[in-house]
């Protein structure tokens, strides 16, 4: 069979390594422990810009998912960008699997680079990921963005996600093997929670930042603005129109103004 001579994800990936260039970040990769190697991108050498860690979810690799964010906040900030353990190149001998172990690992790899105050941005699954930073290291995380990202979500939640997908098991939209599966997947953005956290994040963070789309069909709206009250006067809801689950891709201007806004406490 002959190789296509023009493939799209190889164009696209020459784009974003020259993106990753100008914004002065490169590809890196660390072992945090004798089980877990963690990739990453982010600058040679730390400056005097404010650390921002950007969490992707589900799907691609980071760099894809980040890709416009970390063209505009770069400016102003140290970039850190890992792929989750699973995702890319970052892998571990462990048997965990959870958020909690992610949000372990990331640290640990903050903690490598001495990275020791820093404010996180999670999206979708990586929501998940920085709630969980959040609340375990509050003294190190200044301000958290949880975007699309249901840390309030129901066991009962799946099963309409499902409904809503017209399809029976979570694990043909978390990692699809046809390209059916793959469609319906790229069309909802999918994330999935378990059960409910066990605490209350305006307990630990003095700012919490929550961005939404008000047409997500993965985690409505209504549980945007359920958060919102359970975090109280702690937290800022921010609902974008006109988008789905990934606003910080949709509509990534109006995003990098909310986040950029938020961090800098204008």
Not at 100 to 115: C, D, M, R, T, Y
């Amino acid at each position: 069979m002959a190789v296509p001579c023009l493939s799209f994800v190889s164009l696209y990936g020459r784009f974003l390594r020259r993106c990753l260039t100008a914004a002065g970040l490169s590809s890196q990769t660390i072992e945090i422990d004798d089980d877990t190697t963690i990739h990453f991108y982010g600058p040679t050498a730390a400056t005097s810009k404010p650390p921002l860690i950007l969490i992707h979810g589900f799907g691609p690799r980071s760099i894809w998912q980040w890709r416009p964010q970390i063209s505009f906040f770069a400016r102003e900030f140290d970039l850190y960008v890992p792929d989750l353990v699973f995702f890319g190149d970052s892998y571990t001998k462990s048997p965990e699997r959870s958020e909690i172990f992610q949000a372990f690992s990331v640290a640990k790899l903050l903690e490598k680079l001495g990275i020791h105050r820093y404010s996180v941005v999670g999206t979708s699954y990586g929501g998940f990921v920085a709630y969980r930073i959040a609340s375990m290291w509050p003294e190190r995380v200044e301000k958290v963005v949880i975007a699309s990202s249901a840390v309030n979500m129901r066991r009962s939640d799946n099963s309409e996600l499902l409904k809503r997908a017209k399809m029976e098991r979570i694990e043909d939209l978390m990692l699809p093997t046809a390209a059916v599966q793959l469609r319906t997947s790229m069309g909802l953005s999918v994330c999935r929670r378990l059960y409910m956290p066990d605490f209350v994040l305006n307990d630990f963070i003095d700012e919490v930042l929550i961005v939404w789309g008000d047409h997500d069909q993965i985690f409505l709206l209504e549980r945007a603005i359920e958060l919102k009250k359970s975090l109280g006067e702690n937290a800022r809801l921010e609902i974008m129109k006109n988008t789905s689950h990934v606003p910080h891709l949709e509509r990534a201007g109006h995003f990098n103004t909310i986040v950029y806004n938020f961090l800098r406490g204008l």
